[in-house]
């Protein structure tokens, strides 16, 4: 597919993550506008919330755009996401006879603020990326034992938490937990000294099921794609994680990126999941490509020096498509809903150089990574800056996600004194 | 303390639920009220949403009962808290002034249908009875490995889904799950066999919180108890928990008792928590009793048939209360809500008809559990009622909690047909 020429020439450059074929949903404000919904178009923002005022965007009796987050739009159905879509693709196509209307309503992406584009309902996070578990399971439990059996049958994953999802650019203060060091008999309380990042894509529900749904149903419920960075504080998992899982080792944050690539933008990246060993049992299996082939990146940035890419993979390489893990979430008869959000699990290729955490990076912290600035890291230091980037390559455009970043803030002295 | 008594005759009966000490929370509606919050008063309940209207209740500028569930009232911290509880008191106490008033406001319960009584935010599920911790561990891991290394220094739980909570009274389907039999080499898609209750009161968030807080500070942020059945699905759960804890097993159904009782109704029932082996870190520490003195019961009536009582306990056997369990929930930073839900953890006491779970009662299914209608059960079965109670004992009252109670429906036969 080609790029879809824009009046927005900004646009039409080969390297924006936002061309007229992305549109992808966001929230931003600015000095003077307050929070509201916006679609990237090349370096600008279209005001969604002036659009539907003027009645230049009317899809429904009801406002959509009155509020500061997508939720809305989602619960309107397929049927209003593709309207929307074609409403934007006609104002914003080079030659649209509305380029005048819509133009007044561009506000420079440079001078907004970009918020949480969701309300998000409740966050599942998964654990279907084969080369992840394989090497955190080999670095646990040793490379004979490193699946567990049930990893090849299930997509695993596990309840989040929702309250701590954050934007992109929101700081990340290094949390205290309760973790024991082998060298002591009994646990402490004291700041994570092996916090890390996960490399993850996050897909959304925007269709809500009360029961048991196929994965066909569960494609079609997705209603767009985030990048996601479930940040991870390995030291505090290792204790608390048997028997019921990983709990505040998980619960200081995780980013988002700002920006919801819908799904239709992303039809022409379909890709398949990789061979399987054990065939899935029906209800799982593939029923066509549902995976996307988007090149993701991470760097790391030292206060005030230079970032370094330290892996490079793409979310092709995952196991289990989202399809199949919402299909998978479902079938208890757990009722899912629209904003919820589904980590798709760290996200690591079969090279060294592709593997998206630091716990792997570095081996479980026995081999250093090198920065290009000559700093060293095992796991991540107070004031380091992590930006994951992902996009999807088209013919002479691509498909972007904007950045998913955070900052490292040292862990407060006395968290209970603040 | 001795009983309060009402004007509201039948809140003055020893065997009420809801004397005057109590005034719990819910939300109800009749054949001609839609849903409201009301205030369980003997065999009556008192209507919220009509007494603001009338101004009976006028504690805020805005006003809460305009919604129908609590969350509102609880938003707006303790001192709304205790001014509702005493201008409640001071309306229904014998001679009160404004009885002429409030009499017309007061709904027969046998005609009211009885709702969820919050929008529960996040559900977190704790494992914080010692007992039920041992016998599980036990069966599982043999009685030296029985609880795992970090028992009894922190209390272990995990992210349930807020999406699956239900108050009591609604049917409960028997999920479908991925399950692997002993004998066979691989999973297969089939109806849980190992269908299970577990016996638990749940703590409501009352106050939000954005950074570690402290075991004081968290118990003054909790609104309320309720009544929980968090149904599991053993089998689906032995084959998905290991590395990441239950997920499916457990996102069919938790039912809630529809009353919140709140914290200042069991304020003359507090107690402390058990012995310690290992003194707890300095932020768990007990700093008082948090516990609650709540005689508990599980009784489970097969289809047509008189109930038996399987279980019988107390809250007291917990080893952390839900206070130590928020302060730990709140370490890692992770923002907490109002309207959060903490379960417990299965309450058993020590001996075999304390035990508040049927994998415990029939020993994992080896030793079934004959009710006093000679039926036997391993786990439950189709149309199986299960009820749970709970209530505080003073002189000459109690303070209940209602019934927590749930039917199960049979599998579906295909359950992507429905």
Known sequence: MPLNSSWVSSANSAETDFPLNNLPYGVFSTDTLDARCGVAIGDMIFDMYAAEEQGIIDLTDEPLFDVPFWNELMEQGPAVWTALRNRLTDLLAEGSKDQALVEPLLVPMANATLHMPLVVSEFTDFYAGRHHATNVGTMFRGPENALPPNWLHIPIGYNGRASSVVVSGTDIRRPWGQLKSPDHDLPAFLPS??????????????????????????????????????????????????????????????????????????????????????????????????????????????????????????????????????????????????????????????????????????????????????????????DDRLTLTGHAKGDGYRVGFGTCSGTILAALDDPYKC
Chains 1, 2 share one sequence.
């Open 193 to 382: 000294r092996r916090f890390d990042l996960e490399l993850e894509m996050g897909a959304i529900v925007g269709m809500a099921s009360d029961g048991p749904i196929t994965v066909d149903e569960a494609d079609a419920a997705i209603f767009g794609y985030v990048l996601l960075n479930d940040w991870s504080a390995r030291d505090i998992q290792a204790w608390e994680y048997q028997p019921l899982g990983p709990f505040q080792a998980k619960a200081t944050a995780t980013s988002i990126s700002p920006w919801i690539v819908t799904k239709a933008a992303l039809e022409p990246f379909r890709t398949s999941t990789p061979d399987r060993e054990f065939e899935l049992l029906d209800h799982l299996k593939d029923t066509g490509p549902m995976l996307y082939d988007i090149d993701l990146s991470v760097t790391l940035a030292p206060e005030g020096k230079t970032a370094t890419t330290i892996a490079q993979t793409n979310y092709r390489e995952m196991y289990y498509s989202s399809a199949q893990q919402l299909a998978h979430h479902s079938t208890s008869g757990c009722p899912m809903n629209v904003g919820d959000l589904l980590g798709s699990g760290t996200i690591s290729g079969p090279t060294k150089s592709e593997r998206g955490s630091l716990l792997e990076l570095s081996w479980g912290g026995k081999e250093p990574v090198t920065l290009d600035t000559g700093d060293t890291r095992t796991f991540l230091e107070d």
